[in-house]
């Protein structure tokens, strides 16, 4: 019989009383735990919007991938998981190809889990444009011992903007095996918790798919300047 997952769902907010690195500048209320890095993953086919989303250019001239890491540089330890057609670099990052090309995400996340020795690594995604360093620094200050800590916006977990612990590896090589690549639902055979996003930082979890979503986000973007923090 499968076992039962373990599961909890915390406040937004849970102090760690413990040692940390400080959050960036003009972000308060927040530190960022020892051992944490972040994976900013830009290896996906991009499919849906017929180009490489991670190159993406914001009305800064910036693309996503380089907007996505300049945010999330004050974390000690930075991966850009990439695939073998990208030839892409981040001052302060180390380049990660995905050992494990056509698995989806799964693949590129073990990739980087096999080579980061720390003890909680924040995933997002490239195409999460308005994901900001605060909102990093919080998920990584919310999390414990959890092997996974997934952040829930109405209901739709965010598995691509995530904590996990280096113990998910074992049990994303073990769904590769198997032919198992829904981030969700390996998750769900670990001890994960989930943590409610309230509207007031949903628009942290705003993914771009396509070139209308793309087209629209520019317009409503027009003027505005994407905050990095």
Not at 67 to 72: E, N, T
Request: aromatic share 6%.
């Amino acid at each position: 019989m499968e076992a039962t997952p373990r599961k909890k769902k915390i406040p937004a907010e849970v102090p760690l009383p413990r040692e940390e690195v400080p959050a960036p500048e003009g972000i308060t209320g927040y530190a960022v735990p020892p051992g944490s890095g972040v994976a900013v993953l830009t290896g996906g086919k991009s499919s849906r919007m017929g180009q490489d989303k991670a190159l993406l250019t914001l009305g800064d001239h910036s693309t996503f991938y380089d907007r996505i890491c300049a945010k999330m540089g004050f974390i000690p330890e930075r991966f850009l998981s990439v695939n073998a057609s990208q030839d892409l670099l981040a001052p302060g990052y180390t380049a990660v190809p995905d050992q494990h090309p056509g698995t989806g995400p799964m693949g590129g996340i073990l990739s980087v889990l096999d080579r980061f020795a720390g003890q909680r690594l924040l995933v997002v995604a490239c195409d999460m444009p308005c994901f900001t360093a605060r909102e990093g620094a919080r998920l990584l200050s919310l999390h414990r011992d959890e092997d996974a800590l997934v952040p829930v916006v109405d209901g739709r977990w965010q598995p691509l903007a995530a904590v996990y612990a280096p113990g998910m590896a074992s049990l994303f090589r073990e769904a590769l095996r198997c032919g198992e690549r829904r981030l969700r639902s390996v998750i769900a055979r670990a001890h994960y918790r989930l943590v409610e996003i309230g509207e007031e930082e949903a628009s942290n979890y705003l993914n771009i798919n396509t070139p209308e979503e793309f087209a629209e986000f520019l317009q409503q973007a027009d003027g505005k300047t994407i905050s990095a923090h």
